[in-house]
């Protein structure tokens, strides 16, 4: 009767594990960072644990604590995957449209900003600067949200 | 960011000179930096001056509230035209190394 519901702890940690690893982990590789099939793999075992806990929990000889426990962290795993696709797939695309961004075949607006080490650099600067000794056929923007 | 840096001897050989924008002050930058091991070029951009003419803004999403540039990409020749670009419309999902390096093909 004290034995532990093994699988609903273990599926609940897994749900909390599968979440967490796509800021900490997958988001390093475009292949799992894209499309988050890794995060998914982690949540359909957490959840079949989940099940198979819930099932445990509800067997006669289990107390009612066991019933209680085993539905709350159940629920609560199924929370965690949603709050998951939340965030990935709706949270994510609230950006602006960007509709007056330069276009292909447009001029890329100069500006002047410090790098680094607070020295002011210029577009025009970064066009016409080498690499390797070889004089740059371009240059790739990169904006990003930063680390504020 | 980290694929940039990984690809970064190809960068170099296409002749494409990586520049990361964000309104992170220089020095927040500079830690960012060292602590990530990027060794490419990284601009500073707080008043949102260069974020703002590229039509990037996207207002209240720093931590205090504060506005920041969403994610994009723009790949320019040497006389500075827009040849490539991608505008994200999942901040999760960005520009790959290899669709860049494809792009870069078409420079001279």
Same mark, same amino acid.
């Given at each position: ?7 609903i ?6 749900s909390?594990? $599968?979440?967490? @690893?796509?800021? #900490? ?10 499309? /988050?099939?890794?995060? #998914?793999?982690? #949540? ?9 806990g819930?099932?445990r929990?509800?067997?006669?000889e ?29 949270? @994510?695309?609230?950006?602006? $449209? $960007?509709?007056?961004? /330069? !276009?292909?075949? !447009? !001029?890329? /607006? ?17 066009? @016409? @600067? ?19 | ?5 990984? %690809? =970064?001897?190809?960068?170099? *050989?296409?002749?494409?000179? +990586?520049?990361?924008i964000?309104?992170?002050? +220089? *020095?927040?930058?500079?830690? &960012? ?6 060794? &490419? ?6 008043? =949102? ?23 994009? *990409?723009?790949?320019?020749d ?8 991608? =505008?994200?419309? %999942? ?5 790959? +190394?290899?669709?860049?390096? *494809? ?6």
């Amino acid at each position: 009767m004290k034995r532990l519901n093994w699988p609903i702890w273990l599926g609940f940690l897994l749900s909390i594990v $599968a979440l967490l @690893s796509y800021p #900490f982990v997958f988001v390093n590789w475009p292949i799992t960072r894209d499309f /988050p099939w890794a995060n #998914f793999v982690l #949540f359909a075992v957490a959840l079949a644990l989940l099940f198979v806990g819930v099932r445990r929990a509800f067997t006669p000889e289990r107390r009612r604590l066991s019933k209680v426990v085993g539905s709350l962290l159940a629920t609560l795993g199924v929370i965690v995957l949603g709050f998951f696709i939340f965030t990935f797939f709706i949270a @994510s695309r609230w950006m602006p $449209a $960007a509709k007056g961004a /330069p !276009q292909v075949g !447009q !001029q890329a /607006p100069d500006f002047t900003l410090n790098d680094t080490n607070s020295n002011p650099v210029s577009l025009s600067e970064l066009r @016409s @600067s080498t690499t390797n000794g070889n004089a740059a056929r371009g240059v790739l923007l990169i904006f990003y949200r930063g680390y504020w | 960011m980290r694929s940039i840096q990984k %690809n =970064l001897n190809q960068f170099n *050989e296409a002749g494409i000179r +990586p520049v990361a924008i964000s309104v992170d002050s +220089p *020095e927040e930058s500079r830690d &960012f930096c060292q602590k990530a091991g990027y060794t &490419f070029t990284f601009l500073s951009d707080p008043k =949102l001056d260069a974020i703002r003419r590229y039509d990037l803004v996207h207002a209240g999403q720093g931590i205090n509230g504060h506005d920041i540039s969403r994610p994009a *990409e723009f790949l320019l020749d040497s006389s500075g035209t827009v040849r490539w670009r991608m =505008l994200t419309e %999942n901040y999760w999902v960005r520009a790959r +190394p290899e669709q860049i390096l *494809e792009a870069a093909k078409a420079l001279r």
